[in-house]
């Protein structure tokens, strides 16, 4: 018999029913370590008493407004966003998935009030750009799009890393070039530094519109406000979400003036996106991370789990092959199948994520303690071990 929730997701034999910052109580009690942060979602850790309070006092004044009037909250974080950021306009959204639908919308409405037939956009092998109709034709891998067709048209895949391959694709029918500065579900893989620089001149060339996709590394998780900033280079429309509502559903698209230009009134809408209760909690999200002092813990704390994962690494060379990443998005290339190294994890009570390319995702609260992360690295080892022994 079907389950009552539509089987799309195979979970594990876990129901939390607590959380306390980097921790996770079990329905009979036991206490596990939370690396997956909701898969980069809970950037504070869980109940932070800042962002509980931002929620519950916004919800004794008003909880939803609809945006044909104007919402303090959201105005307010967008201004900051605006400050923070190359950005001069943000649209607020429920989710990653929505974001994306919009920067697909306005690269080609960008376009179209120009009078350019440009249409196409250009993705990357390895990436995940959300579930919608627009978000797996982007990314167009058959794991994704089989059965769902007929797919949107006008998405270029090309292997991640090849720029023979992207010189060639592109056009003067290319409208945009849509990457995560790190692909999170493709495996933790940064794009360096200097394919982001070129990428820029690329479509600065062409006029193109760069997109990145920033909505698992961005918002301090590599230890920048945003993963692009350790390139020196900006997009003209960036993507958010997962870690900006802190665990409450919040996404945004960012933009220039010019690239946004197309998005006049009635073009675009979302009958929650931008609520109160979402913007309140961005807000005190911002409140915490968007400070040189807060970006420098996180490198800090990035720098003690990077070395110990080194020597956890060196100490089980039959289970895992290497580290990468940036910041507190990190993996750990696996030598075992990376799924018995997170059921592993379950037993000895850390919670990794698996990804693409054989890696388990480690992408912790950014204030995960010190003490903490000592933990982790225990947990991890027993969990290794448990497997070499097998
Ligand atoms: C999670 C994710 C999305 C989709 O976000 P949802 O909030 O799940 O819709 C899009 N892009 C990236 C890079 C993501 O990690």
């Not at 690396?35 to 004044?61: E, R």
């Not at 609260?365 to 947990?379: K, Q, Y």
Request: glycine share 12%.
């Amino acid at each position: 018999m079907i389950d009552t929730i539509l089987p799309t997701y195979t979970r594990a034999p876990l129901t939390f029913v607590k959380g306390e910052g980097s921790w996770l109580i079990e329905a009979d009690g036991r206490r596990f370590l939370d690396l997956g942060a909701g898969i980069a979602v809970n950037t504070l850790g869980h109940a932070h008493p800042g962002l509980t309070k931002a929620l519950t006092d916004q919800a004794q004044q008003v909880w939803h407004l609809s945006n044909l009037y104007h919402i303090p909250a959201q105005q307010t974080l967008a201004d900051r966003l605006v400050d923070l950021t190359f950005a001069d306009t943000v649209f607020f959204t429920n989710s990653g998935t929505e974001a994306c639908e919009l920067a697909v919308k306005m690269a080609r409405k960008y376009w179209f009030d120009k009078g350019e037939h440009r249409s196409e956009i250009i993705t990357f092998s390895g990436a995940f750009h959300g579930r919608s109709t627009a978000a797996i034709a982007a990314v167009g891998t058959e794991k994704m799009t089989k059965g769902f067709g007929p797919l949107l048209p006008g998405f270029t895949q090309l292997p991640f890393g090849d720029h023979d391959a992207l010189q060639a694709a592109v056009s003067d029918t290319t409208a945009a070039i849509l990457i995560e500065p790190v692909q999170g579900e493709g495996g933790i893989r940064p794009v360096p530094d200097q394919c982001l620089k070129g990428l820029r001149e690329l479509c600065d060339k062409h006029g193109i519109l760069l997109i990145f996709d920033e909505v698992q590394c961005g918002v301090a998780r590599t230890g920048k406000l945003f993963a692009h900033e350790w390139a020196g280079v900006s997009p003209d429309i960036m993507m958010i979400a997962k870690g900006i509502g802190g665990g409450f559903p919040l996404g945004a698209v960012l933009a220039t003036e010019d690239a946004a230009s197309g998005m006049t009134a009635g073009t675009h809408g979302s009958t929650y996106g931008g609520n109160p209760l979402g913007c309140a909690v961005g807000n005190a999200v911002l409140d915490h991370v968007a400070n040189d002092d807060f970006l420098a813990d996180v490198n800090r704390r990035a720098g003690a789990l990077r070395q110990k994962l080194e020597g956890l690494v060196a100490g089980n060379s039959d289970v895992f092959e290497s580290v990468r990443g940036m910041g507190l998005m990190l993996g750990l290339k696996c030598r075992a199948a990376n799924a018995d190294v997170v059921k592993a994890g379950y037993e000895a009570g850390v919670i990794t994520v698996p990804a693409a390319d054989n890696v388990v995702r480690l992408l912790p609260a950014l204030n995960i303690t010190e003490s903490d992360i000592a933990e982790a690295i225990l947990r991890l080892d027993t969990a290794a071990k448990s497997i070499s022994s097998e």
